[in-house]
């Protein structure tokens, strides 16, 4: 996947781990982490997904730096 393809998803909130795919969600109720395959949600508090984003932003740099 080309750099650019990468960012795109992030900003999505779409992201992989370990094999699965991952959404990272808002709506009325708040924030949500989805995995694809199964569709298990996960709410999350304001600071969680913070603290996710950040870790993921982290991994990526990593991969693509």
Do not use: A, H
Not at 2 to 25: A, C, H, Q, T, V
Not at 27 to 48: I, K, P, V
Request: aromatic share 16%; hydrophobic share 35%; with cysteine.
């Amino acid at each position: 996947m080309e750099y650019n393809e990468l960012m795109e998803r992030f900003e999505m909130g779409e992201f992989s781990y370990k094999n699965d795919s991952y959404w990272i969600s808002q709506n009325e109720e708040g924030y949500f982490l989805t995995r694809e395959r199964d569709s298990f949600r996960s709410r999350l508090n304001q600071q969680e997904s913070c603290l996710l984003m950040g870790r993921l932003m982290i991994r990526l740099f990593r991969v693509v730096g």
